[in-house]
């Protein structure tokens, strides 16, 4: 994500984050890492490749309720990785490409004292950022572009500290680009209260 689409996001994040009352542990920060797989047609627990780091800044609307803005960037492979082109006997290399997102979403989480699940949705904008190729590979790349999308997941999470908590999230993206990519992340991370 280019340095001017970050600092947007961080300053609507932040400027949300002033604007709201809050109280005590009502706000939590966070980031995590993790694995992404693309699920398009299929799902292979062998497919999974390193890629995904996330931050984002959460609020308590109600005792079970978050609401949450993420930034995000995910590297994954092209549509047409491995596939062979017409009149060639050769696949095509992984034609890799960064998906950057922004996204803003809503959890409910399920208490168990000092762990939590939670289910959670929303929307977002996602940029595609195919890396350079080859001039006879460029056809064959994904385009450019900036389009919505929306996510749903799982997470848990684990205090560790008074206002530490360890998280374990998966979350699937639908990304609405000219391919349709469906993504899925396996991500642990870490979120601090305040």
Do not use: C
């Not at 696949?91 to 399920?110: H, N």
């Not at 190729?133 to 056809?139: K, S, Y």
């Amino acid at each position: 994500m280019p340095l001017e689409g970050r600092r947007i996001g961080l300053g609507s994040l932040l400027a949300i984050a002033l604007a709201a009352p809050a109280s005590a542990e009502d706000w939590g920060i966070g980031a995590s890492v993790g694995l992404v797989n693309d699920v398009e047609s299929r799902l292979r627990l062998d497919e999974f490749e390193s890629g995904d780091a996330s931050a984002w800044l959460d609020y308590r609307l109600e005792d079970h309720v978050i609401l949450r803005g993420t930034v995000g960037s995910m590297k994954t492979k092209g549509e047409n990785a491995g596939r062979f082109p017409p009149d060639s006997e050769t696949p095509l290399p992984d034609l890799e490409q960064r998906v950057d997102y922004a996204t803003v979403g809503a959890a409910y989480q399920f208490w168990e004292g000092d762990h939590t699940s939670a289910l959670f949705g929303g929307i977002g904008g996602y940029r595609i950022d195919p890396d350079p190729v080859a001039e006879e590979l460029r056809d064959f790349r994904d385009p450019h572009e900036k389009v919505f999308g929306w996510h749903v997941g799982v997470e848990g999470d684990l205090r560790v500290l008074s206002r530490v908590s360890i998280v374990g999230r998966l979350t699937y993206h639908k990304v609405r680009s000219e391919f349709g990519r469906s993504f899925l992340t396996a991500n642990a991370g870490a979120v601090y209260r305040f």
